[in-house]
């Protein structure tokens, strides 16, 4: 069991940064596998980047796989997602999600899910 809970979303304008970090708490963090996922209002939960324990990380197929990384503090339990020069259509409720064997862009796979937060981008 692990418990996720997201922060650092909030307003932004168009071209700034934004940091969300996903703090775990509960069983071992080390051994999931994380998820970045976005949902924007009237559209589908969409993939932004994955990192697995192993360290390896996906961002294929994200719409903003040229603007952002994932990375992790195993120290501090912490996975965060930057994702620069931000547009209005980045705005969306982000959510964290981990999972103990699945590593990918398959929301349905993943077993814990933080609440979301929520980044507003104004051009």
């Known amino acids: 069991q692990v418990h996720l809970i997201e922060s650092g979303g909030g307003l932004a304008q168009a071209g700034d940064s934004v940091t969300l970090s996903c703090a775990a708490s509960g069983d071992t963090s080390n051994s999931f596998n994380f998820g970045w996922f976005r949902q924007a209002a009237g559209k589908e939960r969409e993939f932004v980047a994955a990192?697995?324990?192993?360290?390896?990380?996906?961002i294929d197929e994200s719409p903003v796989k040229e603007r952002a990384t994932i990375s992790r503090d195993n120290a501090k339990n912490t996975v965060t997602l930057q994702i620069n020069s931000l547009n209005v259509e980045d705005t969306a409720v982000y959510y964290c999600?981990?999972?103990?064997?699945?590593?990918?862009?398959?929301?349905?796979?993943?077993?814990?899910w933080g609440q979301g937060i929520e980044v507003t981008v104004s051009s």
């Open positions: 999600a981990a999972d103990p064997i699945f590593f990918g862009r398959d929301a349905s796979r993943y077993d814990y």
């Open positions: 990192l697995a324990r192993s360290g390896v990380s996906r």
